[in-house]
C-alpha cells in the first residue's frame, strides 16, 4: 500500500528552526515529484514547496530563502527544513505526492508545528 | 496568484440528497482543477482531477463539471460516509492555489 508519514513538527519558539520527515512506502520518493502544502488552524490549504524527480525545488514567496526542501534516497523520505521560523508558519504540514501538471495523488496525514514563545 | 473561492463555506445536507458545490477562479485556469475530500484526523485524498476525472476509489455518485473560472463538484445522494471537506485548487499557473473549502455536514 502506497503510504506517507510524516514527523517532526513541534513547538518551536519565533526564529527556531525545524526539520520535517516524510516517511513514504509503496513507492520511491526520488522518482516522483513530491511537495509539501501547509494548512493553517481554520485556514485553508497553501502550497509550500515541491522537488522534481530531477531534483528541481520550487518554493512558495513566504516561504522562500527559509525553506529547503530535500529528500534521501537510502531511507525513501522526503524532507522540509524550515529556519527563521514565525507565528505565520503554524499550521499543519503535509506531504503529498504531484501527479499530471500538479495535483496531488497522495496525502500524509500531516505534522503540526506551532512557533510561539 | 490565482484566488480560489468556494461557496458555500457549510453545506448542510440531508443523507440522500444532492449537494452542489462550488468553486470559482479569479482568471482562468482552464481545466486544471482538482477537487479533494479531507475528514477530520486523515489525510486528503484526490477527488477529481482534470475539472471531471474522478480518482480511483470514488464512486460515480461524486461528479466535477466546468471550466475556465466556474466550476462545480456534485454527489448526486449523499452517503454517511461523504460529510466531510471538499477543497477545489488549481494547477494551471504558479504558485499552486486552493480553495478556503466547503464542509458538507449533515442537516
Known amino acids: 500500500e502506497e503510504q506517507l508519514v510524516e514527523s517532526g513538527g513541534g513547538l518551536v519558539q519565533p526564529g527556531g528552526s525545524l526539520r520535517l520527515s516524510c516517511a513514504a512506502s509503496?513507492?520511491?520518493?526520488?522518482?516522483?515529484?513530491m511537495s509539501w502544502v501547509r494548512q493553517a488552524p481554520g485556514k485553508g490549504l497553501e502550497w509550500v514547496s515541491l522537488i522534481y524527480s530531477g531534483g528541481n525545488t520550487y518554493y512558495a514567496d513566504s516561504v522562500k530563502g527559509r525553506f529547503t526542501i530535500s529528500r534521501q534516497k537510502s531511507n525513501n523520505t522526503l524532507f522540509l527544513q524550515m529556519n527563521s521560523l514565525g507565528p505565520e508558519d503554524t499550521a499543519l504540514y503535509f506531504c503529498a505526492r504531484v501527479r499530471g501538471t500538479s495535483y496531488f495523488d497522495l496525502w500524509g496525514r500531516g505534522s503540526l508545528v506551532t512557533v510561539s514563545s | 496568484e490565482i484566488v480560489m473561492t468556494q461557496s458555500p463555506a457549510t453545506l448542510s445536507v440531508s443523507p440522500g440528497e444532492r449537494a452542489t458545490l462550488s468553486c470559482r477562479a479569479s482568471?482562468?485556469?482552464?481545466?486544471?482543477l482538482a477537487w479533494y475530500q479531507q475528514k477530520p484526523g486523515q489525510a486528503p485524498r484526490l477527488l477529481i482531477f482534470g475539472a471531471s476525472t474522478r480518482a480511483t476509489g470514488f464512486p460515480a455518485r461524486f461528479s466535477g463539471s466546468g471550466s475556465g473560472t466556474e466550476f462545480t463538484l456534485t454527489i448526486s445522494s449523499l452517503q454517511s460516509e461523504d460529510f466531510a471537506l471538499y477543497f477545489c485548487q488549481q494547477y494551471n499557473t504558479w504558485p499552486l492555489t486552493f480553495g478556503g473549502g466547503t464542509k458538507v455536514e449533515i442537516k
Open positions: 482568471q482562468s485556469v482552464s481545466s486544471n
Open positions: 509503496g513507492f520511491f520518493v526520488s522518482d516522483n515529484y
